[in-house]
């Protein structure tokens, strides 16, 4: 029997989303005898505990007889178990400062930490992930500001809606202004807001054509990695080489700064990646962008003018273009910047039925294989209070000082 525990999500502010429906939890059941499911008792998670108990599963506020335990963002420290296997986002693999204490306590209490975000295809895509409906209502809220700063149209916020089908609905009838927008980005995130911007009836052009016309009706561009970067060496680009070193690469995103009203950021960003552009690029004449949707929100990272995170209550900050200062939004002289760090928040059952759909469909039956798999294996950050093999360079960043 493998008994399997859903946690309550206890880092604030609370997330209400969960890694298995009810109705995933009953079909587990139904088709797996062997597996025990105990969900925590919560006030918070977008199904109730009521949904889970007329799906036949165990509410409980104690997990201490599970041997694995599902939840979505950082355990708070005083939660965790001791001896148990966890699965969840600890953004620590990057050496994040604020996440140093929770790695250390995970190695104090034997605990064994499967990270979801580490869960890879052979080919090295992710499994896991909520970065598809981070894009659906990342890309909405920025049309959103964007309708907001100029008046030309309006539209609902994404959770004044029950969920997606109802926000498809709201798009029916939305005339939209002859607009120009950037989407960037390959992976789920830019999936997400390439099915906004098809679902508002936005037509995609070009690069070339992008830059050199205008239109009289709204369009959109996608730009991936080609696109994005090329070689400081030879002007080349390729995919492999740029993940590995792209510290040798420049931007080329400033072509398309005079020619953009929304940008919708999806880019995957880390220290090493050249931003799409300087601080000081908005101050510029040519500088057109009046809305930016930084989808993956990174502070600093790729969109140098998100200082900072905004909230699902207020998704939208200005920042001022000649003293880089945040603002209130919408004001003269102003970047509109949407920049929410918990965004699949605003959509939390379609999101957690999505997530639970991957875990069953390509993690479980390695998890619970017993066998120590190559998905589990390389996902695995912490073994049984260990740093696990590939690692090793987190060990000065997990030891206690």
């Not at 199904?47 to 007329?54: G, L, N, P, S, V």
């Not at 089908?165 to 390959?186: E, M």
């Not at 999101?351 to 798999?373: M, N």
């Amino acid at each position: 029997m493998i008994h399997i525990g859903l946690i309550a999500e206890g880092k604030i502010p609370a997330d209400n989303r969960v890694a298995l429906t009810p109705a995933q939890c009953k079909w587990l059941r139904q088709h797996h005898p062997h597996i025990k499911i105990t969900v925590q008792h919560s006030a918070d998670r977008c199904f109730t505990d009521k949904e889970y108990i007329a799906a036949g599963v165990t509410v409980s506020e104690n997990l201490d007889d599970c041997d694995i335990i599902l939840g979505i963002k950082e355990v708070p420290v005083e939660m965790l178990i001791e001896n148990k296997t966890y699965l969840f986002f600890s953004h620590t693999k990057k050496l994040q400062p604020y996440n140093q204490h929770l790695l250390q306590t995970i190695i104090k209490k034997n605990i064994t930490l499967i990270d979801y975000e580490c869960l890879e295809h052979e080919d090295g895509t992710r499994i896991i992930g909520f970065g598809f409906f981070a894009g659906i209502v990342g890309a909405h809220n920025g049309m959103m500001a964007y309708g907001n700063r100029t008046g030309s149209f309006k539209l609902e916020r994404v959770n004044s809606g029950k969920n997606f089908q109802h926000l498809i609905h709201t798009y029916f009838g939305l005339k939209l202004p002859a607009i120009k927008i950037a989407v960037t980005g390959s992976g789920r995130v830019a999936h997400g807001v390439l099915e906004i911007m098809n679902l508002m009836g936005i037509h995609e052009v070009e690069p070339e054509d992008y830059c050199e016309k205008e239109f009289v009706y709204p369009v959109y561009v996608h730009l991936k990695g080609a696109d994005l970067y090329r070689s400081k060496m030879d002007g080349s680009y390729n995919r492999k080489d740029f993940h590995a070193n792209p510290e040798k690469y420049n931007s080329l995103f400033s072509n398309f700064i005079a020619h953009t009203d929304i940008l919708m950021n999806g880019v995957y960003w880390e220290k090493t990646i050249p931003r799409l552009f300087n601080l000081n690029d908005i101050a510029g004449t040519s500088f057109r962008i009046k809305t930016i949707a930084d989808i993956t929100d990174d502070m600093s990272g790729s969109v140098p003018c998100n200082i900072g995170d905004s909230t699902i209550e207020n998704p939208v900050y200005g920042v001022d273009k000649t003293t880089f200062k945040k603002t209130a939004p919408f004001l003269q002289n102003v970047v509109d910047v949407m920049a929410v760090g918990n965004l699949p928040n605003e959509l939390p059952r379609d999101a957690s039925r999505y997530f639970g759909e991957q875990l069953i469909k390509y993690v479980f039956t390695d998890l619970f294989s017993g066998e120590e798999t190559r998905l589990i294996n390389t996902a695995t950050i912490i073994k049984k209070g260990k740093l696990n093999e590939g690692y090793e360079y987190m060990q000065e960043y997990a030891e206690v000082s």
